[in-house]
């Protein structure tokens, strides 16, 4: 068990800063070459596509202002379209809508880039946290250094099941051993460039209850972070916001977000919903598949609600 000496020091020894050099925002992402994801895309085996995403609720998760227009010649203005149609055709009508999510948090499904956190006021590959603006956001390390979409194969590893449980208790960490007993039970190894998605069976929890946790939570437990740091893994999703809590480590509270952001620059999915994933792996007896998550392109913004889609 690492003491919080040895992860203070993960900050340096687990560091990418200058790997792939100065100007670098991509950190992990890095990992998945073309290699990587014509490799995922032969793990497609079955052509069956599950979504790893909770559905965004109304008005719990988001507020939304919708507009319904049956007839849209009849929409105020519609006269001084310079379309003759638009107020012609009285046959077509439409709707609209103007949302407003906050998706960091504990609910929504959604990517962190590396500029979603701080430690003494810097961020991935030595950034000041000043590159932060209230006005325009961030100028460094943004979602949007993933605009191209983060493509490659992902690995389920299901710790519930490993352990027989139908899901981990708040405030259990899991830890290396259940990583690589996962691996041997599963028959399946995380290699480079993979996505690491971790189920706990808190999505069944949720399912089953509707229980949104609070800041006690199952997740990774710190000394998993050398494991990813070694097999060079690209991406981290769980089924809750990652880091088990509380952490046990007094001075660090989220040592996994923030040694994973800062020093490795390692992307995370938070608050996957992961069962249908679950099911149809222990279904079709396979337990990696090809991901794919498309973050919306949000200027200068520390992360971006998502769907990620597992395709088996």
Do not use: K
Not at 59 to 76: K, Y
Not at 108 to 131: E, K, Q
Not at 158 to 170: F, K, S
């Amino acid at each position: 068990m690492p003491t919080q000496d040895d992860v203070l020091g993960y900050f340096n020894t687990l560091s990418n800063w200058g790997r792939w050099g100065d100007d670098d925002e991509l950190g992990t992402l890095n990992h998945i070459t073309d290699d990587v994801r014509l490799a995922a895309a032969r793990a497609v085996r079955h052509g069956r596509s599950v979504s790893c995403a909770w559905e965004v609720a109304v008005p719990e998760d988001m507020e939304r202002s919708t507009t319904t227009c049956p007839c849209a010649a009849d929409m105020p203005g519609a006269e001084d379209m310079p379309v003759p149609g638009f107020h012609n055709d009285r046959r077509w009508g439409f709707s609209s809508e103007r949302l407003g999510i906050t998706f960091h948090g504990n609910t929504l499904t959604h990517v962190d880039s590396p500029c979603h956190i701080f430690w003494d006021g810097a961020m991935y590959n030595g950034r000041s946290h000043s590159l932060v603006d209230a006005a325009t956001g961030s100028a460094w390390a943004a979602v949007t250094a993933a605009a191209n979409g983060i493509i490659t194969r992902g690995v389920l590893l299901d710790i519930a099941r490993v352990r027989d449980v139908p899901w981990l208790e708040p405030g259990q960490g899991v830890f290396p051993d259940d990583l690589e007993e996962a691996e041997r039970r599963q028959g399946v190894r995380v290699r480079s460039g993979d996505a690491v998605l971790l189920r706990t069976g808190y999505g069944r929890v949720r399912h089953e209850t509707g229980a949104v946790s609070g800041f006690t939570q199952a997740g990774w437990h710190a000394s998993c972070l050398p494991w990813l740091h070694e097999r060079e893994v690209a991406l981290i999703g769980a089924d809750t916001p990652q880091d088990v809590q509380p952490s046990g480590y007094e001075d660090v509270l989220m040592p996994v977000h923030a040694v994973s952001l800062v020093a490795m620059g390692l992307w995370m999915l938070d608050n996957c919903d992961l069962e249908a994933c679950a099911t149809t792996a222990a279904e079709l007896g396979q337990w990696d598949f090809h991901l794919a998550v498309a973050p919306v392109r949000f200027a200068g913004t520390s992360g971006s609600p998502v769907n990620p889609i597992a395709t088996f």
